[in-house]
């Protein structure tokens, strides 16, 4: 599975931003996609997450209210949709996905394929 992660950018505290990752390959093996981000001198945290076949998502408390994961299966994409940025939203963030059943859908070590980060910067 290659994932392709775009969308990023610089917006002002309040803004929004739409992230896309396409997923390509062997997509039928896939159980879920998530989104992780990391700022620079922290750890990568979870954002959000959902399953490929359900589509039970899955929100770090930090982002809830504020983004929405969703996808297209018919085009293997999944989108972050992020509104009333923060500043502290500030941080490359990758896409993944996994292609085994777990709960632990919050964990990186749940997904194999990992794409590309994109820069995503809020501005105060």
């Known amino acids: 599975v290659q994932l392709q992660a775009s969308g990023g950018g610089l917006v002002q505290a309040g803004g929004s931003l739409r992230l896309s990752c396409a997923a390509s390959?062997?997509?039928?093996?896939?159980?879920?996609m998530g989104w992780f981000r990391q700022a620079p001198g922290k750890e990568r945290e979870f954002v959000a997450a959902?399953?490929?076949?359900?589509?039970?998502?899955y929100y770090a408390d930090s982002v809830k209210g504020r983004f929405t994961i969703s996808r297209d299966n018919a085009k293997n994409t999944v989108y972050l949709q992020m509104n009333s940025l923060k500043p502290e939203d500030t941080a490359v963030y990758s896409c993944?996905?996994?292609?085994?059943?777990?709960?632990?859908?919050?964990?990186?070590?749940?997904?194999?394929?990992w794409g590309q980060g994109t820069q995503v910067t809020v501005s105060s």
């Open positions: 390959g062997r997509t039928s093996s896939m159980y879920g």
């Open positions: 959902i399953s490929w076949r359900g589509g039970s998502t």
């Open positions: 993944a996905a996994r292609t085994t059943r777990t709960e632990a859908v919050g964990t990186p070590i749940a997904y194999n394929y």
